[in-house]
């Protein structure tokens, strides 16, 4: 058996080229009906992400992938692969499946550790068993696949800590807050990532969150939009635990975030949004529990003289993240006791710590993935022995049909005689089977090989028709 | 019997050797931070019974003499930090907690001896609700010390070993301030019922020639460190209650307050 991956990606390609050679859902599907009617290779899969497009391909012997797609991207998609051959790799066989290891356990995404690809490498896996292009070696390699995702996650820190502004925001609610649950936000002013960070924070439970902006309507409108709009998902507070599981084909896989499934954290109730202008944002103060600002002022909207006062009669913390530039809060607000007060560079300090940590757990994950390739290509070359188990089966089926049909006459009882001759092929195969199986996981290739080729010329199975065990000719 | 107590008292240290292991692993790996630890409960239950049987080898309540106190302080210092860990899903200060534990039951299991003593109804009235506020105060002392840390790693924008180690800053703050009630109420039970035992004391060992409030110099220093002790926790509560003190102080007041009154009482060890 033959495996084989062609695929572009962030790390060969700039954007413009991948998205010509992008395969979206129906291109995808199309590619694998392709491959299925054609029969050139006898498994296919396709996985597109945003950051990448793969090409899985099994064969029962060697096949140009390169060519076959080349073809395949001329019909579908009008591009030629050859004009851009350097944005192109090619892996084969424990090489194609260290790769997609590689790629489920997030080492070759762009964020290390991230974890939306397993969803897709879940959802590209989920396309080619319904459409029939999935076999033996897909389902094993993409279950791997997903176990060793589930490892890596759950014995290194490779996906713990926050890596974006808005993940370092509900970080840092996390270590002053406990619960999340029903806690209430200010949203001061309409920048993007604030909106993200607090949409994050109500997927983990903040309960009210109050939108502050220099006009009324609009931070009416803005409210409205946060009620109707989805909620972020939440980071898990630790490494991930192997709780319930979901199982797929029977394998046990970690339960995946993706966004249609519900948030991981509970909520007080269901989510409220209030709207205020700025010049209530004092007397507000008292009465949220962490503040995202992020208006393009070019005044501080929280100074010193007039919030200190209204400050220093907290009796709760106070979390306020300053994302805005220039600064939307006084730092001298700081020295207050009840106050934590976070600024952009704080916040990207936070970040580049977090991702400091997960390179640091890289080698532990190749590790993990390193000892699953070499299972793996154990269980490959255990296939190499099939075709020479069947004919050896078919071989015997035939001799003792055979031997029944001469001397059956004989006896009285022919049902007695197949259940004794079946039983017969049996003992005398077991061993030989057993043989075969053991020394195709156990050895390298080469012992293997002479071993299947002594069983081949002692049966003479090259002789033996395929089909049904008959001597060919 | 004799063997068995034996045994158990060596036992118990290493079982919570065995739980700061434990605890130890969860805060520097960061893993099961929101579960219970199942094996706390199972200490606590040897740890139990250890006392039940001591207290059948010796005909009384082991609650007489230091390294007594000690183990009784252990236990019952272990079983509220169970309740919390229960009641807060958080076991990230855990460590700490168990690690003082762990000293007052290895002190205690190191320092005994064949002591006998016998003790009133009145000295067991005073005792327990010491040993209550006690424990309160440790670990209302042992978070009040997390508190700090964390508020200056969180005021510093440190993001360093202990940033995402410890709990919560609101947390640590809400649990040192619970704990500091607790005591705070056991030690006015303590402080109310001392001269009530004094009395009784003095009336029973010396008959009519001692003064009624005649005190030994050990004694006389357990009731300064008694009495300093409720000053301090009270004048903590008032400032919080009435004049809104930040909880960063009232953790710090209950760190030092915890600090004044372990120094007088070990030090009273050393006095006739």
């Given at each position: 058996m033959k495996l084989s991956v062609l695929g572009t990606s962030h790390r060969t390609a700039p954007v413009d080229v991948r998205e010509r050679f992008a395969l979206p859902a129906e291109a995808a599907r199309d590619l694998l009906r392709?491959?299925?009617?054609?029969?050139?290779?006898?498994?296919?899969?396709?996985?597109d992400t945003c950051n990448r497009t793969e090409i899985y391909l099994v064969a029962d012997g060697p096949r140009d992938c390169m060519a076959y797609m080349h073809e395949h991207y001329q019909r579908l998609?009008?591009?030629?692969?050859?004009?851009?051959?350097?944005?192109?790799?090619?892996?084969?066989?424990?090489?194609?499946?260290e790769h997609l290891f590689r790629v489920a356990a997030s080492l070759d995404s762009q964020i290390v550790g991230e974890d939306q690809i397993i969803g897709q490498v879940k959802g590209a896996y989920r396309m080619a068993v319904s459409e029939g292009s999935a076999g033996l070696v897909m389902h094993r390699l993409f279950h791997r696949?997903?176990?060793v995702s589930k490892q890596v996650r759950t014995e290194t820190q490779l996906s713990s800590g926050a890596v974006s502004v808005p993940q370092a925001a509900v970080e840092l609610a996390r270590q002053v807050f406990a619960p999340l649950a029903g806690k209430s936000v200010m949203l001061v002013g309409a920048g993007k990532t604030a909106e993200l960070a607090a949409r994050n924070l109500a997927g983990c439970g903040v309960g009210h969150i109050v939108v502050a902006n220099r006009t009324l309507s609009r931070a009416q409108q803005l409210a409205a939009e946060l009620l109707e709009g989805e909620l972020g998902p939440c980071l898990p507070a630790e490494q991930p635990e192997p709780a319930e599981s979901l199982l797929l084909d029977g394998v046990c896989v970690r339960p995946l975030r993706s966004p249609d499934e519900p948030p991981a954290c509970p909520t007080a109730g269901p989510l409220t949004t209030e709207a205020i202008s700025l010049e209530?944002?004092?007397q507000a103060l008292l009465r949220v529990n962490m503040m995202i600002c992020s208006a393009g002022s070019p005044d501080p909207v929280l100074t010193w003289e007039n919030c200190s006062r209204?400050?220093?009669?907290?009796?709760?913390?106070l979390l306020i993240i300053d994302i805005a530039l220039p600064r939307n809060v006084d730092p001298r607000l700081n020295a207050l006791s009840n106050v934590f007060l976070y600024n952009l560079d704080n916040l990207n300090a936070l970040v580049t710590a977090n991702l400091d940590r997960r390179r640091r757990e890289i080698p532990q994950a190749r590790a993990i993935i390193e000892h699953e390739v070499q299972s793996f290509g154990r269980w490959l070359d255990s296939l190499t022995v099939v075709p020479i188990i069947k004919l050896l089966q078919q071989h015997f089926e035939q001799l003792r049909s055979a031997e029944?049909?001469?001397y059956g006459h004989q006896f009285s009882d022919n049902e007695q005689l197949e259940l004794f001759a079946q039983s017969l092929c049996k003992k005398i195969l077991y061993k030989p089977l057993v043989f075969l199986r053991d020394i195709s996981q156990e050895n390298d290739g080469p012992e293997s090989q002479a071993a299947m080729e002594v069983i081949r010329q002692m049966f003479d199975l090259d002789s033996v028709d395929g089909q049904n065990g008959t001597p060919a000719g | 019997m004799a063997v068995l107590v034996t045994l158990t008292n060596w036992l118990l240290p290493l079982l919570y050797l065995g739980l700061l292991i434990d605890y130890g692993t969860t805060f520097f790996l960061r893993t099961r931070t929101a579960s219970r630890n199942p094996l706390l409960p199972v200490v606590l239950v040897v740890h139990a019974l250890f006392l039940v049987l001591r207290s059948i080898h010796e005909g009384r309540p082991p609650m007489v003499h230091g390294h007594e106190i000690l183990s009784i302080l252990a236990l019952s210092t272990a079983a509220v930090y169970l309740v919390l860990e229960i009641a807060v899903r958080d076991r990230r200060a855990g460590v700490f907690i168990v690690l003082l534990v762990f000293l007052f039951q290895y002190t205690s299991s190191v320092f005994v001896g064949d002591h006998t003593g016998a003790q009133s109804g009145w000295a067991r009235a005073h005792i327990i609700p010491a040993i209550i506020a006690y424990t309160a105060f440790a670990v209302g002392a042992i978070h009040g010390i997390l508190h700090l840390l964390a508020h200056r790693n969180l005021k510093r924008h440190s993001v360093g070993v202990l940033f995402d180690r410890l709990p919560p800053v609101e947390l640590l703050g809400k649990m040192s301030w619970c704990a500091l009630v607790v005591g705070f109420i056991f030690m006015t039970v303590n402080v109310a019922t001392g001269p009530l035992l004094l009395k009784y004391v003095n009336a029973a060992d010396s008959g009519a020639a001692q003064a009624a409030w005649h005190v030994e110099p050990r004694?006389?220093?357990?009731?300064?460190?008694?009495c300093t002790a409720w000053i301090i926790y009270g004048v903590a509560i008032a400032g919080r209650s009435f004049a809104r003190w930040p909880m960063e102080r009232i953790s710090g007041i209950g760190v030092l307050g915890f600090a004044i009154t372990m120094i007088m009482i070990i030090g009273s060890a050393f006095l006739p």
């Open positions: 392709s491959v299925r009617a054609e029969s050139t290779f006898d498994e296919a899969l396709v996985l998609k009008q591009v030629s692969m050859a004009d851009y051959l350097s944005a192109f790799y090619c892996y084969h066989d424990l090489a194609a499946a696949a997903m176990c209530g944002i004092p209204i400050l220093r009669r907290l009796t709760k913390p029944i049909k001469r | 004694v006389a220093l357990k009731i300064i460190a008694g």
